[in-house]
């Protein structure tokens, strides 16, 4: 093994180990110890057991040391715990872990797949194209060599998809007025500011601690102290909510961020996006510019501040702006020898820093730069550097440093990745020498060093000025700070050997790029795809820049019209366990969701929403359940139908809209009046019904179904296009609530509570409507009969919910009114044999099903499915059947939804809901029958549950038949 030169620094560098907590793991079958704290790569690095690199390159398998350090690039890639390509650079050690390398024919020191870099000269890029489709029917044979050695880890299809030591995820949906990406000084400033303006901010950082890349530079104690307060003041701010560890893999358009933590996956909504991602270092690209021993100088300062790594012990700084002289002064202070720095530029910028390199004898030589590594075994020995030219050419004599590491800064480049997803643009500006966003997504900023901006004060500045913009102010307010130049135009040093790698994670070079333009690619698409640069893990965040210039060069265009590649989610590789996580909807809440927490609602989701499934507590819910039933029946009860879908219909041609949507005549709807409509979708199936209310002569009301709201949100959006109907739709399901009054003793609260109205409440007929204000309450009064009562549908804006609810219950008070959930809701609209659509229908349940065949009004000239029920009717087959039913009263088991029935000659259909009554003393339900003259034989439920049990089928509902406690 050759000698460690990467070593431990003491305290008080590494601010993130407890040097009080070992860790102990094992890379490659051998311990491993560090601290916690460490990752998984400064633990192997540090160990003095183990070399200086502990990954190899995809294609020519050669060692690779740390690159960014933040596991942002496959440089470090390892197996972990039998899961592949984990960055060992961006993964927390823990004990017991088993890390292996990958890559690897042999051992990691000894790598017979670097025998492939000796034939690098018969491996060009895109040599397959050429090579492996003769003679014919040769790729059969070659497939099976490639699909042997492509890839880089191993996956074991037998382990959970994060592995045995992770949880699987969960899908979480977060809203906010403000979300910031990053949590750098500009990242922190920005999601402060908004703050303080009222604004509810939503941080996201990949990182595990706020900071950035401030919390490893070298900053002055005031600027720390302002950054720690920085910091605290954000964790502490009541309206940010602040997300570490979660990396946001994608900004889809309408500001949807998807971002990803190790046991939860967000959907983060917000009205404006403020990107505050930051920049990476750009490697110079010259031959062996990969070996181990070559760092960037943000990836050092991470290395020895927050992990006290040291990279070396005998160093060169390659620099080409004021960062390279602050990592010069850490690495002398943290005992390496520092050699030189060598400043790309001609005249000195940086007098202070270069007095303080001085003091301590540190040689500063202007106009050089590094253009060759040299090897001294599988590290790093020496380097090679040139005067460079006004055009950035080397010329002169070599001069030669024997040294162990090469640190350079020589410029940055946004990650300009995640705005790029959702329409944002990024070109090379002249003038700064590096990539910068000029077109921004809609409802967004971009703030920092993403804006060119690196100064400690001036990126706050442009944090706050960004923060102004997302929250509606006027951005001449806060004029934009002035960008920093701190790329050097010329970092790309061809040799005539070869072995300067443009892209890491592909091994790319430049002799690849110049190949693909000789061969007509000389489009920076067409280059990508042939040469494969930009599309590894790293998704070209090190390789972007250079590979520009390299292609600008080669096909002789102007860099200033040239564009990156295309940018596509996700920012970072994310598991597949992300994507198969649960994907219901966001859960919404209605309007009286507190006060039924607080008064013992046991919550359930129903599709969308969170409902009230009974009150009394989580212990009791047959009892529950069977308290409000009869509490219905034979007094009252209060029901909040808030998530009803509801609708507002208002022009000259609201009836014709109606008429094309639902399968009933609405053309001659009165004013005052309702009716009830059925929609059904191109192939005749049912997808909703509602009822309609016409308010006058051009305004309709019309209530939906809960679930099918957006569904039919969209069919009268899309027949108002298709049809050119004068007609607007405004959707009202949440601004609107619906509270039931229920029961036979209705009419008697309504008298008490209400005694001016009482009169005109009694009057309305079932399904009949009237528009009344109830004490200052403006309101819609349906008659309704679903639970099959007496029951007022109060439709009252949300605001007014809470405010109705309490009068109603204390005005029930006296009756013993009781409020009642969804369950027992179910049981009620079972036992009249009320069906819903969805669930009691599918797919393929038209009207004729479901005993509604005589609504359609075939003699319309069009409606929306009506070609379609059309043919099916002149089909030979029998329609299906919906039919109530019930069970023996010594069953009591409700038998499962979609349970099988059997009849003589076979399974006849499908139970679609089903519960047991207490007003019956027996189970009742819904059944959806394939042949309905089957039901006339013996029927039994057919599977587990309930087996064998006899099914009666009902000609009528099982309670009150005729319908008489409704009128």
């Avoid at 017991?96 to 034939?119: E, F, I, K, M, Y």
């Avoid at 041609?653 to 399968?663: I, K, P, R, T």
């Avoid at 005694?755 to 309305?764: K, R």
Wanted: charge should be neutral.
């Amino acid at each position: 093994m050759s000698p460690k030169r990467l070593f431990r620094l003491p305290e008080p560098w590494g601010s993130r180990l407890d040097r009080a907590t070992p860790v102990a793991f094992h890379f490659d079958g051998r311990p491993v110890s560090g601290f916690a704290g460490d990752t998984l790569a400064s633990a192997i690095l540090a160990d003095p057991r183990h070399g200086d690199f502990l990954a190899r390159s995809f294609k020519y398998h050669r060692p690779r040391g740390p690159l960014l350090a933040n596991g942002m690039d496959a440089n470090q890639y390892v197996t972990l715990d039998g899961t592949p390509n984990v960055a060992a650079d961006g993964t927390r050690a823990r004990d017991g872990a088993q890390v292996r390398s990958q890559n690897v024919a042999g051992s990691l020191a000894r790598d017979r797949g670097a025998l492939l870099g000796t034939l690098a000269r018969f491996l060009p890029a895109g040599f397959y194209y050429d090579t492996f489709f003769r003679p014919a029917g040769s790729w059969p044979f070659w497939e099976r060599i490639i699909r042997r050695v492509a890839g880089l880890g191993r996956l074991d299809p037998t382990l959970d998809a994060f592995g045995p030591e992770e949880p699987e995820p969960e899908k979480h949906h977060l809203f906010s007025d403000v979300a910031v990406i990053g949590a750098g000084v500009a990242g922190l400033s920005a999601a402060l500011g908004a703050a303080r303006e009222g604004r509810e901010v939503i941080l996201i950082e990949r990182d595990e601690a706020l900071g950035g890349r401030s919390a490893f530079a070298r900053l002055s104690p005031a600027q720390r102290r302002d950054l720690a307060a920085l910091i605290a003041q954000v964790e502490r701010h009541p309206a940010i909510t602040v997300l570490t560890s979660t990396t946001c893999a994608a900004w889809f358009e309408g500001n949807l961020l998807t971002a990803h933590a190790r046991e939860r996956y967000y959907h983060v909504r917000a009205r404006h996006v403020i990107a505050a991602v930051g920049s990476v270092e750009q490697p110079l690209v010259l031959r062996n510019n990969d070996l181990p021993g070559i760092f960037l100088a943000s990836s050092v300062n991470r290395l020895m501040a927050g992990y006290a790594l040291c990279p070396g012990r005998r160093c060169v700084v390659q620099t080409a702006n004021r960062f390279g002289y602050e990592t010069a002064l850490a690495l002398a202070e943290a005992g390496c020898t520092v050699l030189a720095v060598l400043d790309m530029r001609a005249q000195p910028v940086d007098a202070a820093l270069e007095a303080q390199c001085a003091a301590l004898g540190i040689a500063v030589l202007h106009g050089l730069s590094v253009v060759e590594a040299h090897r001294a075994g599988q590290h790093l020995g020496a380097v090679s550097a040139r005067s460079l030219d006004a055009n950035g050419h080397p010329t002169g004599p070599v001069t030669r440093w024997r040294c162990d590491t090469l640190v350079c800064s020589v410029g940055f480049t946004p990650l300009v990745q995640l705005a790029c997803h959702s329409g944002g643009e990024a070109i090379y500006d002249t003038a700064l020498s590096a990539l910068r966003i000029t077109r921004s997504p809609r409802n967004s900023s971009v703030c920092g060093s993403l804006n060119g901006i690196y100064d400690f004060d001036a990126v706050c500045q442009d944090g706050q000025r960004a923060a102004d913009v997302a929250c509606g102010k006027p951005a001449s307010l806060r004029p934009e700070p002035a960008r920093e130049p701190v790329n050097f135009p010329w970092t790309v040093f061809p040799h005539r050997k070869g072995k300067e790698f443009v892209d890491f994670d592909e091994d790319q070079t430049i002799g690849d790029i110049e190949t693909a333009v000789q061969a007509g690619f000389g489009h920076m698409e067409l280059m990508k795809r042939f040469t494969t640069t930009g599309m590894g893990p790293s998704q070209g965040r090190t390789t972007a820049l250079n590979a520009l210039r390299v292609f600008a060069g080669a096909s002789g265009q102007d860099l200033a019209h040239l564009r990156m590649t295309t940018q596509r989610p996700p920012f970072e590789p994310e598991p597949f366990a992300n994507l198969a996580v649960d994907t219901s909807p966001p859960q919404r809440r209605g309007a009286l969701d507190r006060w039924h927490r607080e008064n013992g609602a046991v919550m359930m989701p129903a599709g969308a929403w969170l409902r009230p499934a009974h009150y009394g507590g989580e212990g009791d819910e047959e009892g529950s359940v069977e308290r409000e039933v009869r509490a219905v029946r034979a007094r009252a009860g209060l029901f909040d139908a808030s998530t009803h879908g509801g609708f507002q219909l208002a022009g000259r041609d609201a009836l014709a809209l109606l008429n094309a949507a639902y399968v009933q005549d609405f053309s001659d709807l009165a004013c005052g009046a309702t009716r009830a409509g059925l929609m059904v979708d191109e192939l005749g199936a049912v997808i909703d019904d509602c009822v309609a209310c016409r308010l006058d002569a051009d305004r309709l009301y019309l209530v939906t179904s809960s679930a099918a709201a957006a569904a039919t949100n969209r069919t009268l959006r899309k027949l108002i296009v298709e049809h050119g109907f004068d007609v607007t739709v405004c959707e009202l399901q949440g601004a609107m609530s619906v509270l039931n009054l229920c029961g036979p003793q209705a009419r008697a609260i309504i008298a008490a509570l209400w005694p001016a109205h009482a009169g005109e409440l009694d009057a309305l007929a079932l399904h009949g409507f009237c528009q009344c204000t109830l004490e200052g309450i403006p309101a819609i009064v349906l008659r309704g009969d679903f639970v099959g009562e007496t029951t007022f549908e109060f439709h009252v804006g949300s605001g007014f919910a809470l405010t109705l609810w309490n009068r109603l219950l204390a005005a029930g008070a006296p009756f013993a009114i009781r409020p009642f959930g969804v369950l027992a809701q179910r049981v009620l609209r079972l036992e009249k044999a009320h069906f819903i659509i969805g669930q009691d229908t599918d797919h393929a349940t038209g009207p004729d099903d479901i005993g509604k065949g005589a609504a359609v009004a075939m003699d319309k000239p069009y409606f929306l499915g009506r070609s379609a029920i059309a043919k099916l009717r002149t089909k030979a087959a029998p329609a299906k059947a919906l039919r109530p039913f019930c069970l023996d009263a010594s069953q009591r088991q409700a038998p499962e939804e979609c349970r099988l029935l059997e009849g003589p000659g076979g399974v006849i259909g499908r139970v679609t809901s089903a519960a047991y009554s207490p007003t019956l003393g027996r189970v009742v339900g819904l059944a959806l029958l394939d042949d309905p003259a089957a039901a006339a034989g013996t029927v039994r439920l057919w599977g587990a549950q309930a087996a064998g049990a006899k099914v009666r089928f009902l000609d009528h509902a099982p309670y009150d038949p005729a319908g008489e406690r409704q009128a």
